[in-house]
């Protein structure tokens, strides 16, 4: 079209930009330097005066005070003495970033900053981690489902649709059990690290299902990387652990007493699962790539015996394992089949005289195609296994007879983990992060879904409770915040990086991966519009308030501006945002809809006048008065105090002001959220912090009512929801205006 021929080289723009910088910067010098020059003249005439009055009054023998002498003329403030006077300087990563300070504050040194009274409480958990781990979902005699993502454990009502959480790890759940009395938990945690790049130490919780009490912490200092899997024993009560390390460290823990009672290392192979022989607890079984170990417990040590597969095939994993009621072992693996496992009397004239006994394969029995990923054993023997590749479910008979099969839907992955609920009721956990709810006669249906990768792009409705989310695995979500359910998913080319609903509320966009974004329909799911612009990924799309403008932010240095009408169904090019060094990261419009600010990867913050033909201002002191319609910008002056001393540019992944102005969220690299006053202008700003993501927080939003806030986890691809509780009346600028009052009659200084 028109607009793209009119525009000039990309490259050629962006020199004469930044040439037109060091114009205005030398003229800047050039008038300091005049400045400078201009006093010394005038204290070079000022002393002779001085000196002369000084010879006077000795002569006449009046005291030489100060007041005395005639005060000098002093020269009027210069324009950038008057800037210096109204800004502030912050850093990140050594590089100084101006902020002006707004004209209603009259007294920034004596601001003083507290934490908002408003608070968070975690209020629903979006997510099932099936993707890879096992055996992580449960049924519990309460009516719940008991599994895990992030640093959470879920345990969702199935028939009420409520949720309680357990979340008192401090990083990412790695696996979990439940005791035979259906009541205790055991749940291991990975490693991490802190703020600082130190590893944390990984350990066990164990607490009681009913009051989510933590009834022990076990292991602390003695796992390495993470605990990979937990069994409770069913006579006494132990527990059994193995870690992450290279030998994948195998030990039994007293649960009353906290203290480890035995260990040993295992393998150096990877182990999938463990458990105690349900008939005997000094018996433990673990299994993993190409092996299954018969572990005896025996006054405090440790012997192995390897299973011997005779003339079986080796399969190269052992994927899990159950105890039939003859009290044999059964194995899946990676073959499809299930193996019957069994004592044999030593072959003596092979191994010669005092050879012990043996545990080989009874019986090989075809079961699945590709891997049997879970075993289930129901009362009366009956079992059922769940596939891979085939995604079937089946149910066997006592003597391994099929009786009865499903197949689950392929959008839900393959079959991870089967929990019983009453013999006939079944909870599936699917790779694919789902969890469905069935019966073999009426087939399955999702009570739980999630993303399963990484996320970026979040956004609430303009006036109704949904949410729409997108990320590395090309799904488009919208989510129902009352409901807790997903209204609709959509898959398409390419991963989506960021969304915005249109004011009107009819249609989303949502921007992509290579530069293509699209406008969906949220009643149809249609593609109502499409463009691309440039062929680098989108990070921010951002509706004018009034709708009539689209901002698109690309990491291609560019702001591309779009005219919207037909109720956010047609756009139209209007100009370009040409100036920043950087990928854009994050932008807002002005209430009036006609400026734009804006960050960028290099740490600016630019303003520009959209409607004057996106041109750049370069006075960015002539902005500090302007109000924002939204604030998600990580730079600028109303969110200064968010940022730690010291912080690297990427310490802070998205913020989010409240539609009341009256607090921030915050989205750090360190898996927390946080919630701090609005504005906040000060260094060192204390606020409220949240824990329960076991990644990096790429993203928070506010609902339209300020009632929730909605964080999403990178790689632990999980969405958490918090209700807001708290706050009292008053919006923003009430609360800048009687905190700046309140300074001037307080000789304090401002607490952090």
Same mark, same amino acid.
């Given at each position: 079209d028109d607009v793209h021929i009119a525009d000039f080289p990309d490259r050629a723009s962006m020199m004469e930009v930044r040439l037109q910088a060091q114009d205005d910067e030398i003229t800047l010098l050039k008038s300091s330097l005049a400045d400078a020059l201009r006093r010394i003249r005038l204290h070079d005439q000022l002393l002779p005066l001085l000196k002369q009055q000084t010879r006077k009054m000795k002569e006449e023998g009046k005291p030489r005070t100060p007041t005395s002498a005639p005060a000098p003329a002093r020269c009027p403030p210069s324009r950038k003495e008057r800037r210096n006077q109204q800004s502030i300087k912050m850093f990140i990563r050594g590089r100084p970033i101006?902020?002006?300070?707004?004209?209603?504050?009259?007294?920034?040194?004596?601001?003083?900053?507290?934490?908002?009274p408003e608070r968070l409480e975690l209020d629903w958990v979006y997510g099932y981690r099936g993707r890879d781990c096992r055996a992580n979902l449960?049924?519990?005699?309460?009516?719940?489902?008991?599994?895990?993502?992030?640093?959470?454990?879920?345990?969702?009502?199935?028939?009420?649709?409520?949720?309680?959480?357990?979340?008192?790890?401090?990083?990412?759940?790695?696996?979990?059990?439940?005791?035979?009395?259906?009541?205790?938990?055991a749940s291991g945690q990975t490693a991490g690290v802190d703020k600082d790049g130190k590893p944390l130490q990984p350990c066990v919780h164990i607490w009681d299902s009913t009051t989510l009490v933590t009834l022990q912490q076990i292991g602390l200092g003695s796992f390495q990387r993470g605990v990979g899997s937990v069994a409770f024993s069913f006579a006494v009560t132990f527990l059994c652990v193995i870690?992450?390390?290279?030998?994948?460290?195998?030990?039994?823990?007293?649960?009353?007493?906290?203290?480890?009672?035995?260990?040993?290392?295992?393998?150096?192979?990877a182990v999938f699962a463990v458990e105690f022989n349900s008939s005997d607890s000094t018996n433990i079984i673990t299994c993993g790539k190409s092996h299954v170990y018969f572990w005896t417990l025996s006054a405090g040590q440790f012997t192995k015996k390897q299973g011997i597969f005779g003339k079986y095939k080796k399969p190269k994993f052992m994927q899990c394992f159950v105890f039939s009621l003859t009290g044999d072992v059964l194995t899946g693996d990676s073959e499809g089949n299930i193996l019957t496992w069994g004592k044999s009397a030593a072959d003596v004239k092979t191994l010669g005289k005092g050879a012990k006994e043996t545990f080989q394969i009874m019986r090989q029995t075809r079961a699945h195609e590709g891997s049997v990923f879970t075993?289930?054993?129901?009362?009366?023997?009956?079992?059922?296994?769940?596939?891979?590749?085939?995604?079937?479910?089946?149910?066997?008979?006592?003597?391994?007879?099929?009786?009865?099969?499903?197949?689950?839907?392929?959008?839900?992955?393959?079959?991870?983990?089967?929990?019983?609920?009453?013999?006939?009721?079944?909870?599936?956990?699917?790779?694919?992060?789902?969890?469905?709810?069935?019966?073999?006669?009426?087939g399955f249906v999702a009570i739980v879904q999630g993303h399963v990768d990484e996320m970026w792009g979040l956004a609430t409705h303009?006036?109704?409770?949904?949410?729409?989310?997108?990320?590395?695995?090309?799904?488009?979500?919208?989510?129902?915040?009352?409901?807790?359910?997903?209204?609709?998913?959509?898959?398409?080319?390419?991963?989506?990086?960021?969304?915005?609903?249109?004011?009107?509320?009819?249609?989303?966009?949502?921007?992509?991966?290579?530069?293509?974004?699209? &406008? !969906?329909?949220?009643?149809?799911?249609? $593609?109502?519009? %499409?463009?691309? #612009? +440039?062929?680098?990924?989108?990070?921010?799309m951002r509706y004018s308030p009034d709708g009539s403008f689209l901002a698109v932010g690309s990491h291609d240095n560019f702001i591309y501006i779009y005219n919207v009408t037909e109720s956010g169904r047609r756009y139209t090019r209007f100009g370009?945002?040409?100036?920043?060094?950087?990928?854009?990261?994050?932008?807002?419009?002005?209430?009036?809809?006609?400026?734009?600010?804006?960050?960028?990867?290099?740490?600016?913050?630019?303003?520009?006048?959209?409607?004057?033909?996106?041109?750049?201002?370069?006075?960015?002191?002539?902005?500090?008065?302007?109000?924002?319609?939204?604030?998600?910008? &990580? !730079?600028?002056?109303?969110?200064?105090? $968010?940022?730690? %001393?010291?912080? #690297? +540019?990427?310490?802070?992944?998205?913020?989010?002001?409240?539609?009341?102005?009256?607090?921030?969220?915050?989205?750090?690299?360190?898996?927390?959220?946080?919630?701090?006053?609005?504005p906040c202008p000060k260094p060192k700003a204390p606020s409220h912090k949240y824990e329960g993501h076991g990644s990096h927080v790429t993203n928070v939003c506010f609902t339209h009512n300020d009632s929730h806030l909605l964080s999403m986890g990178g790689k632990d691809t999980c969405i958490l929801q918090w209700k807001v509780i708290g706050g009292g009346a008053g919006d923003s600028r009430e609360r800048l205006a009687s905190a700046s009052s309140a300074s001037t009659s307080s000789p304090e200084p401002a607490s952090s």
């Open positions: 101006t902020m002006y300070i707004p004209s209603n504050i009259q007294n920034y040194e004596d601001l003083k900053m507290e934490p908002p449960y049924f519990l005699p309460t009516g719940e489902a008991l599994f895990f993502i992030a640093c959470v454990v879920v345990l969702y009502h199935i028939n009420n649709r409520t949720q309680r959480h357990y979340h008192k790890h401090t990083d990412c759940v790695r696996c979990l059990t439940v005791h035979p009395d259906k009541v205790r938990v870690d992450d390390s290279n030998e994948h460290m195998l030990s039994v823990w007293d649960c009353n007493k906290g203290t480890k009672h035995a260990e040993v290392k295992s393998t150096n192979e075993l289930c054993a129901l009362q009366g023997g009956t079992l059922l296994s769940g596939g891979g590749k085939d995604r079937k479910i089946i149910r066997w008979s006592a003597d391994l007879a099929p009786e009865r099969e499903c197949e689950i839907p392929e959008n839900y992955g393959a079959v991870r983990t089967i929990a019983d609920v009453d013999g006939e009721e079944l909870l599936v956990g699917t790779t694919r992060n789902a969890i469905l709810r069935g019966t073999f006669s009426d303009p006036s109704q409770n949904i949410f729409l989310t997108c990320g590395h695995d090309r799904q488009v979500c919208l989510w129902n915040t009352e409901e807790h359910m997903l209204d609709w998913c959509i898959s398409l080319e390419d991963y989506g990086l960021c969304a915005d609903f249109c004011p009107n509320g009819s249609v989303v966009s949502v921007g992509l991966s290579t530069g293509r974004w699209m &406008v !969906l329909d949220l009643l149809t799911k249609e $593609v109502v519009s %499409e463009s691309i #612009d +440039g062929n680098e990924q989108l990070s921010v370009k945002c040409n100036g920043h060094s950087s990928f854009i990261t994050h932008l807002d419009w002005a209430k009036d809809g006609k400026y734009i600010m804006s960050n960028s990867g290099d740490y600016e913050i630019l303003y520009w006048d959209i409607v004057a033909g996106c041109k750049l201002l370069r006075n960015r002191f002539e902005s500090k008065d302007r109000e924002w319609a939204s604030y998600t910008c &990580v !730079l600028g002056f109303h969110v200064m105090g $968010v940022w730690l %001393e010291g912080s #690297d +540019g990427t310490d802070i992944n998205a913020l989010c002001r409240s539609h009341s102005e009256r607090m921030v969220a915050v989205a750090d690299d360190f898996c927390k959220v946080h919630l701090f006053q609005y």
